[in-house]
């Protein structure tokens, strides 16, 4: 069995990755901390152009129709390059669930044409990206609102990522507003997607690592050079080579509903925090007193990596899911790494 991507989902990975690595670098993301803005208009109009806010939008509706499996690369690009916009939320969240409402008020159309909505999912404690959104999905009880961002109060909450701003939203339900009911895969497709940039991220962390104990000299050598350095990059290396395919088997998974399959996507988040979380560590020692600081572009990663891994379900949660499937279902070479289990 052919477990790889296809040309087609690496041409169009590669295409994104090379767009946004070009476009969105540290000084750009320092030009958009000086203005107080977290969206680059041209580099989202390009991620419309490019047709990406539609890959898992329905034909019909005017999208690509693709899965999962075709956004993961390029959640992990996003997360490479620390990207502010909300492509992958938009792209892989919300896109989604516009288009299994039975009304979506034309704000699937409106989306694809690069608008945005904010999703209220009550896993995340407050609501991503709310300022910049045209109107907001939000649950009161078992029903789906879309209300628009007019008729809703935000009150701003501290955030440690300035480009991942958050939001707690004072309003009311009402019956003109209820467009269904249920979350559907919602919060699986948001932790999903989490991890893949969690991954993006640690190995940017590790990148900059490593270029700069290339150049950085100590008693007369690159500080790279020396086992302790050494050892910090490559074991950060390790853990990001085996979350990466955890990463993907969630993603090839997502679709079968199974216990399986959600304790895969569990795992997923759980092995891409960590690894994020030991790759932005070991990069601060490896750049030494100054990898702390403002002025070291790595701080941009730490900082995403921190919101992310605690973004769309904590680790105690996806834990808890992971212990059920050990306890409830067949464990053993046959069955531990089955998609489907009997």
Known sequence: MEFAFTEDQRAITEAARDMLIESCTPADLRRLLETNTAVDAARWE?????????????????????????LVGIAEAAGYVGLP????????????????????????ERVLGGETVAIGHPVNPFVADADNAGALLLGHGDELHLVARADVTLVQQESFDAFR???????????????????????????????????????????????????????????????????????????????????????????????????????????????????????????GAMGITWEVDLHFFVKRALALRYAWGTSASHFETVLERMTSLPTGTDYTFASEVA
């Open 165 to 287: 701003r958050l939001f707690r939203v004072d309003w009311q339900p009402s019956p003109a507003t209820q467009v269904g009911s249920g979350w559907g895969d919602t919060a699986e497709r948001g932790a999903l997607l989490a991890a893949a940039q969690l991954v993006g991220i640690g190995q940017r962390a590790i990148d900059m690592s490593v270029a700069y104990a290339k150049d950085r000299q100590q008693f007369g050598k690159p500080i790279g050079s020396y086992q302790a350095v050494k050892h910090l990059a490559a074991n950060a290396q390790v853990k990001v080579e085996f979350a990466r395919p955890v990463v993907h088997a969630a993603a090839a998974e997502l679709s079968l509903g199974t216990l399986a399959g959600r304790a895969r996507l569990a795992h997923a988040k759980i092995v891409s925090g960590e690894a994020a979380d030991l790759a932005t560590r070991n990069a601060i020692q490896i750049h």
């Open 85 to 108: 916009e909300p492509l992958i939320e938009q792209a892989g969240v919300v896109v989604p669930l516009l288009a299994g409402l039975d009304n979506d008020k034309g704000w699937l």
């Open 46 to 70: 390009t991620i419309r152009e490019m047709g990406l806010l539609a890959m898992c939008a329905p034909e019909d509706a005017g999208g690509l129709g693709m899965g999962p499996v075709d």
